[in-house]
């Protein structure tokens, strides 16, 4: 699978193929773990599986979410406890 492909590029670039990294971090800002989709994953669509990795793999209960965009108001429906 080839992580590079067409997508939205914030920076106005184009035409080039880029990865989207999804980092996930600790209440401290120290990282915990990054995970790479494909250039033409749109951002919402990674918080599924992230929030995933976050309950399973280290036991998460809570989740703030800190963002940009407007999908943020979105994060109740996808947090399932």
Do not use: H
């Amino acid at each position: 699978m080839s992580w590079r492909s067409y997508g939205y590029n914030r920076d106005g670039k184009a035409g080039k193929k880029q990865m989207v990294i999804g980092l996930l971090s600790d209440d401290q800002g120290e990282p915990m773990g990054v995970r790479v989709f494909a250039g033409n994953t749109v951002d919402p669509t990674t918080l599924p599986e992230q929030i995933k990795i976050l309950k399973q793999q280290f036991r998460v209960e809570q989740v703030v979410l800190v963002d940009q965009t407007p999908y943020a108001t979105t994060l109740p429906m996808l947090w399932q406890p």
